[in-house]
Structure formats: structure tokens, C-alpha cells
């Protein structure tokens, strides 16, 4: 399969602007003594931002190309891995961190289930998807599909749902931009 996170990796960061390193902190209640995990983070572009505010930061993604920008930091562990099957023990993480990422994974309801496990008792997760309630997200969803990306969008509701359905306490919170943060608590 063509990875197009591959071939746009040299770019992405100057095409794609981090988003609000403040709103996030908050959203995930940094600092916080521990790890955190950015799971499909990319080259890092948003995660790196939280650096100073958690002890350690961990970034998954399966793109070679968008790995290797990660590294080029050297701020934080870089490692290649599906979100559906991530490489770390049980409980090893006090925050999880998924940002415009979750309709590009596989298995999106094994993925939320494998960060559940690896998330800590009493810990956080909080994913930034594009809210398919606006109808520009409704046509960025049919362009990463006639691109053949293998993209599928989710209302912020449906994410809700898989969440719940994992035991997490879920809030969802939307604002004027096409963004929602769907924060769950374990």
C-alpha cells in the first residue's frame, strides 16, 4: 500500500500547523509526573510542544518517513508501531495523546482497546479528530478517500461510543473550528 505520509514527511510541518499547545496541555492536565504516549504523533509536531510538561514522551506511527522527522527532534523515544498493536506493557502510560489521527488507523475499536490497555489507572486520553458534523470535514473525508487513503471519519459521538464501551468516563468538547477533542478518562 503507497504511504502518503511517507512521501509528504520532508513538508508536513510547514503544511500543517501544530495546534494549540496550551488548549492541549490543559485538555490533558499537564505536567504530570510520568509518560506519555503520542500515538500516530507523526514527526512529532505536536507532542514535542508538551515535552517540558510530562517526564517522559513516547511517539508511535507507521510511516517511515514521518518517523524519521521524529527522530531528527531527539527529544522524546520514537518507535514504529500500529496503534491496534502497540509495543508497551499494560499500564504503562498516564496519558495518551491522538491528534488527527484516529480515522487513519486500521482498526480504530482495537486501537482505542490496545491505548486503553497501556493506559494507567486514573490516567487520560485525548483525541483531536476532525468533527464530521462540519460539512468541510465531510469533504476532506471524500478527498483522502479518492486519494485512497484508507481514511474513516467518525462522528465525535461514535468515538465517544467506543470509549464507553472500553469503561472510560468521556466528555466531548467542540468549539467555532471543524475540531473536536473527545478527552476519556480511565
Same mark, same amino acid.
Given at each position: ?8 514527511? =520532508? ?5 500543517? &500547523? =501544530? &495546534?494549540? +499547545? ?15 504516549? $503520542? ?12 515535552? &517540558?510538561?510530562?517526564?517522559?514522551? !513516547?511517539?508511535?506511527?507507521?510511516? *517511515? ?20 498493536? @502497540? =509495543? ?9 495523546? /491522538?491528534? $488527527? ?11 482505542? +482497546? $490496545?491505548? !486503553?490497555?497501556?493506559?494507567? &489507572?486514573?490516567?487520560? #486520553?485525548?483525541?483531536?479528530? =476532525? ?10 473525508? !471524500?478527498?483522502?478517500?479518492?486519494? @485512497? ?9 461514535? *468515538? ?7 469503561? #472510560?468516563?468521556?466528555?466531548?468538547? /467542540? $468549539?467555532?473550528? *471543524?475540531? +473536536?477533542?473527545? *478527552?476519556?478518562?480511565?
Amino acid at each position: 500500500m503507497f504511504d502518503h505520509f511517507n512521501l509528504i514527511a =520532508p513538508i508536513y510541518e510547514r503544511m500543517i &500547523p =501544530p &495546534p494549540n +499547545a496550551g488548549r492541549l496541555k490543559e485538555l490533558l492536565r499537564l505536567p504530570v509526573r510520568g509518560r506519555l504516549l $503520542d500515538a500516530g504523533g507523526g514527526t512529532g509536531r505536536v507532542s514535542s510542544q508538551l515535552k &517540558p510538561y510530562i517526564d517522559e514522551l !513516547v511517539l508511535t506511527d507507521v510511516s *517511515i518517513g514521518m518517523l524519521r522527522k521524529a527522530y531528527e527532534k531527539r527529544s522524546f523515544e520514537v518507535s514504529m508501531a500500529h496503534a491496534e498493536n @502497540l =509495543p508497551f506493557a499494560i499500564a504503562s502510560f498516564e496519558r495518551i495523546l /491522538v491528534v $488527527d489521527a484516529l480515522h487513519h488507523f486500521c482498526n480504530q475499536e482495537q486501537a482505542i +482497546a $490496545d491505548m !486503553v490497555r497501556v493506559l494507567k &489507572p486514573g490516567g487520560r #486520553l485525548v483525541i483531536e479528530e =476532525p468533527d464530521l458534523n462540519h460539512f468541510s470535514v465531510k469533504m476532506i473525508a !471524500v478527498a483522502e478517500k479518492v486519494a @485512497l487513503m484508507r481514511s474513516h471519519f467518525n462522528y465525535p459521538r461514535e *468515538i465517544r461510543a467506543m470509549l464507553v464501551s472500553h469503561g #472510560l468516563n468521556v466528555d466531548i468538547e /467542540v $468549539d467555532e473550528t *471543524i475540531t +473536536a477533542w473527545i *478527552i476519556a478518562d480511565k
